[in-house]
């Protein structure tokens, strides 16, 4: 048998994988041997699997993840899993650029400070939405002063509101106008700020003019005026979020679904936040694609178990009668869209369940 096979070294010398990589890749079940020898463990490999190893050497060049290598070389839905891989490439270099700009602008404004603060002007109605769709997932926590507050991102032709208490964020896109043409890092406002200015937001639409300074934060409507300071604290990164490759997509009702969680079977975890006890709602996939609400999933179902009060939270915020849900797994943020409003949505941290 050996003669028709590659020894280790022989496939690490034409691939120009090392001998130890070749032993990595076969306990990891990426590129097992064809063959071990039962007396000494030495490992044998078709010529056919050459190629493979080679592949796998042009696969971990472009720094594609070890799941995502073995799907390849399995043959397992290989062009969408490479779309998927350039994609987060092409992603990474923008999130790079905007990065890099946004060192640009902080230095040149360090060695020329500006003597004006961008305003830009938003219509009351789409602010008021933007706030309602973002405001439940702001972090309570007094010791996490960067996230008690609401981000204000100008991003180009739109305002982005984005909070988080690391368990979940909201995002909610509205048109602007006035925005700088370069990218700036935005401004978090607080809490009480965010719910003071929702409040004297009229009913009737009308102009609102936001000043986002440095250290101050000031709405203006024609009948009102709201002012205050902002903490000099960076937020957390959030692109990454906003692109999630699910593998379910399912539409359905948010009436039948907000029913569905508050009627159904929970599980209680000591895991909360802060510590306290969590109720825990388990949404599974059916076989015909249909969205249920289980306490025990069976293993090959796709599912996700979420924070019930968190999910209801969300549910309530969308408001829409058309819900998007996009599941990825058991591991995977769950994104809940409103299809008639693209940029807006929120996404939930999963909770792992014991085995």
Not at 49 to 73: K, S, T
């Amino acid at each position: 048998m050996e003669s028709e096979l590659h020894s280790i070294g022989e496939l690490a010398r034409a691939s120009g994988l090392g001998v130890g990589t070749l032993r990595y890749y076969d306990g990891a079940e990426v590129l097992t041997p064809a063959w071990v020898d039962p007396q000494t463990g030495y490992r044998w490999y078709r010529p056919a699997q050459l190629a493979d190893a080679r592949l796998l050497v042009r696969l971990r060049r472009v720094g594609l993840p070890l799941a995502d290598i073995r799907a390849v070389l399995s043959g397992h839905q290989a062009e969408r899993v490479l779309d998927a891989h350039l994609r987060r490439l092409e992603d990474g270099l923008a999130d790079a650029r905007r990065e890099l700009s946004l060192i640009r602008t902080t230095i040149e404004q360090r060695e020329h400070p500006m003597t004006t603060t961008p305003r830009l002007t938003v219509r009351s109605d789409g602010l008021a939405a933007a706030l309602d769709a973002v405001r439940f997932a702001v972090c309570k926590d007094p010791d996490q002063p960067a996230l008690t507050g609401v981000l204000f991102e100008p991003d180009g032709p739109v305002l982005r509101l984005v909070a988080t208490d690391r368990y979940r964020m909201a995002f909610a896109e509205l048109p602007a106008t006035g925005a700088p043409q370069h990218p700036t890092p935005g401004t978090t406002v607080p809490t009480a700020l965010v719910d003071a200015l929702r409040a004297l937001l009229p009913a009737a639409p009308t102009e609102v003019v936001l000043t986002l300074g440095a250290d101050t934060f000031r709405a203006e409507t024609p009948d009102h005026r709201i002012e205050g300071t902002v903490p000099a604290t960076d937020y957390p990164d959030h692109r990454a979020l906003t692109r999630l490759a699910p593998q379910h997509s399912v539409t359905l009702p948010t009436t039948a679904l907000r029913t569905a969680v508050e009627t159904g079977a929970t599980r209680t975890l000591p895991s909360g936040p802060q510590g306290a006890d969590c109720q825990v709602t388990v949404l599974t996939l059916t076989e015909d694609g249909h969205l249920t609400v289980t306490a025990d999933p069976t293993p090959d179902a796709p599912h996700i178990a979420l924070n019930r009060d968190f999910l209801l939270d969300a549910l309530r915020a969308a408001h829409p009668e058309q819900l998007l849900l996009e599941l990825g797994g058991p591991i995977t943020p769950l994104a809940i869209r409103t299809p008639a409003r693209t940029g807006t949505f929120s996404v939930l941290m999963p909770i792992r369940l014991p085995t």
